[in-house]
């Protein structure tokens, strides 16, 4: 004989259920069976999970171990100002994980000619950093910044000019290895 957790003493037999008076009832309510292979079915569950997690944890990456690219090489491009005016850009770029400095040139530039015969240098030095796909670099000790994207062959944004003859000049420029 089984006993029915849940319902009171009644008992079942093997022509019925006997209930506390020993009546005999003929309605059968049955016995829930454990199912074979639950613990194959918890192995599954348990892999299942573990494999989504390996998989989510393992998205994004690339690139190098901080996640940035490198602007490692030469690079050249051109500048636009917001007044029209324009010319050509060139840097060399050495990199130390996501810092990296070189010289620039960036021709037909009244700021440039204004340091280099003004201040008497030969080159615009340039330091900067990259944060994933975001690049800042910073001319001259800042006095020129460029902040905008970057990839394994190109760099773009926006610049502005915060010191010299040009302060307060902006526009667009575009760099490629």
Known sequence: MAIRYG????KQTTTG??????????????????EGGSMAKRLVLVLSVCLTVLLISSCGGGGTSSGAVS??????????SSTGDNGALSATFTSTGSTF???????????ANYVMTCKKRDIL???????????TIGVSSNAITFVGTVSSSSISGLYEVYSGAC???????????
């Open 167 to 177: 302060s307060g000049d902006s526009g667009k420029f575009s760099l490629s290895k």
């Open 7 to 10: 319902r009171g003493d009644v």
């Open 17 to 34: 259920f006997r209930d506390p008076r020993h009546h005999i009832c003929h309605k059968q309510i049955p016995i829930p069976k454990k």
């Open 125 to 135: 030095f340039a330091t900067g950093t990259v944060s994933g796909s975001s690049v």
């Open 101 to 111: 400095s070189g010289p620039v040139t960036i021709y037909n530039s009244y700021y």
């Open 71 to 80: 602007v490692n090489g030469s690079w050249s491009g051109s500048w636009t």
